[in-house]
């Protein structure tokens, strides 16, 4: 049983790990902003597990802010999910991108560093590989320039984590890379919740189906795939939860930075989700063909071996359990959390 600081935990992610987390028997205190989230995702968190956490509002970048939970509670380790995440937004406005997601970091580091704390849990994403690795992707693949401000960030928190780690033995990193988390939590109390129109696939064809946006649309039908449209590894944020468990345990009894693939190893294609969701879920997704999406690639998938063989984590949930969870989640919740 551990304290464990968890930042950015009234959102999607982070909001499953906490469950998670109690569940497991750990203490849990919640430092987020709400920028992207809101309390009842915590509510609920508490209720479903039916044990209390901490939660602080406070934002990464106040330095004052996290040092006084540093003090106030007596933290073993952090899970660090606390970031802005909208790929297109970061085209638009990269500095505060690098303000939240790379100052932001940086002040937690310094903030753990005073107050004695060196195990991290970091969200990095597979956006980190290099194009031009042909997938299944595994860790020792070369990294590359992201196409986007978003992914920029994720790959200079990475490259700073492993020169911390490389200069000072104290600390033990995990670098997540999640593939395309899906899913919610089998009540449908907690799961994804936008704000505005979603830019993400499995948000979009939910809302498509609860009646709340007329029609899918699917960005290219031309690419070297299966059925010409793109192909991604999708993961229930369960599993995805249930991994940060897993790389807590490694890193509590290890030194240095390591990343891990978090994915299912399965590519599926976006036609291939959207006729799966309408089988299992027997509702119509309406859907046109647009063109291609800036800066996507065709196809990206995991290869998890060094997470099933090094974490002792083994994903449970096959597409059809993810796409009747989102749909689950997203009927019982037509509007998320309000
Ligand atoms: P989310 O937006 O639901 O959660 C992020 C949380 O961080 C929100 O609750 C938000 O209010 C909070 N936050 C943002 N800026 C903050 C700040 N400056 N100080 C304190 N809190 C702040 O996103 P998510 O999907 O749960 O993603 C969690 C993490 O995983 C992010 O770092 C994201 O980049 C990363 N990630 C997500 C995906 C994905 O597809 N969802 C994929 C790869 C990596
Ligand atoms: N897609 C559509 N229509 C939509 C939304 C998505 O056809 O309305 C397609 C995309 O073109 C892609 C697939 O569905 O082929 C998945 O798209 P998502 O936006 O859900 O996910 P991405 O793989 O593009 O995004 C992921 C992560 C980001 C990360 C990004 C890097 O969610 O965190 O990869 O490219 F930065």
């Known amino acids: 049983m551990a304290r464990i600081l968890v930042t950015g935990g009234a959102g999607y992610i982070g909001s499953h790990t906490c469950l998670e987390l109690l569940h497991a028997g750990h203490e849990v205190i919640v430092f987020d902003n709400l920028s992207n989230s809101c309390e009842e995702s915590?509510?609920?968190?508490?209720?479903?597990?039916?044990?209390?956490?901490?939660?602080?509002?406070?934002?990464?970048?106040?330095?004052?802010g996290l040092d006084q939970v540093f003090q106030d509670h007596s933290i073993d380790a952090v899970i660090h999910f606390a970031g802005l995440k909208a790929v297109g937004e970061s085209q638009q406005i990269p500095l505060t991108y690098f303000d939240h997601n790379i100052a932001g970091s940086v002040q937690l580091m310094q903030s753990m560093e005073k107050a004695g704390v060196f195990t991290l849990v970091f969200s990095?994403?597979?956006?980190?590989?290099?194009?031009?690795?042909?997938?299944?992707l595994?860790?020792?693949?070369?990294?590359?320039?992201?196409?986007?401000?978003?992914?920029?960030?994720?790959?200079?928190?990475?490259?700073?984590?492993?020169?911390?780690?490389?200069?000072?033995?104290?600390?033990?990193?995990?670098?997540?890379?999640?593939?395309?988390?899906?899913?919610?939590?089998?009540?449908?109390?907690?799961?994804?919740?936008?704000?505005?129109?979603?830019?993400?696939?499995?948000?979009?064809?939910?809302?498509?189906?609860v009646g709340r946006?007329?029609?899918?649309?699917?960005?290219?039908?031309?690419?070297?795939?299966?059925?010409?449209?793109?192909v991604r590894d999708y993961i229930h944020v369960v599993d995805l939860a249930n991994a940060?468990?897993?790389?807590?345990?490694?890193?509590?009894?290890?030194?240095?930075?390591?990343?891990?693939?978090?994915?299912?190893?399965?590519?599926?294609s976006v036609l291939q989700v959207k006729n799966t969701f309408e089988q299992v879920n027997g509702v119509p997704v309406a859907f046109e063909f647009a063109s291609r999406r800036e800066g996507d690639v065709a196809t990206s998938f995991a290869d998890n071996a060094r997470a099933i063989a090094e974490l002792g984590w083994q994903p449970q949930f096959t597409l059809e359990d993810m796409l009747a969870d989102s749909w689950n989640w997203q009927k019982q919740n037509p509007n998320g959390f309000n």
Request: with cysteine; hydrophobic share 35%.
């Open 42 to 64: 915590l509510i609920r968190v508490q209720k479903l597990a039916n044990k209390a956490l901490v939660f602080v509002k406070g934002d990464i970048r106040d330095q004052k």
């Open 124 to 136: 990095s994403s597979a956006t980190v590989y290099d194009e031009a690795n042909i997938s299944p």
């Open 138 to 209: 595994n860790e020792d693949m070369p990294t590359g320039m992201p196409s986007n401000n978003y992914g920029y960030t994720k790959l200079i928190v990475e490259q700073m984590l492993q020169k911390l780690a490389q200069a000072d033995a104290r600390w033990s990193i995990a670098l997540l890379r999640y593939f395309n988390p899906v899913g919610a939590h089998k009540s449908g109390q907690i799961g994804e919740d936008p704000q505005g129109i979603p830019n993400n696939l499995m948000p979009y064809v939910t809302q498509v189906a």
């Open 213 to 230: 946006r007329e029609k899918l649309s699917i960005y290219g039908n031309d690419y070297d795939t299966v059925d010409g449209t793109g």
């Open 244 to 268: 940060h468990l897993c790389a807590l345990n490694n890193r509590l009894s290890a030194q240095g930075c390591r990343a891990w693939n978090v994915g299912t190893g399965n590519g599926s």
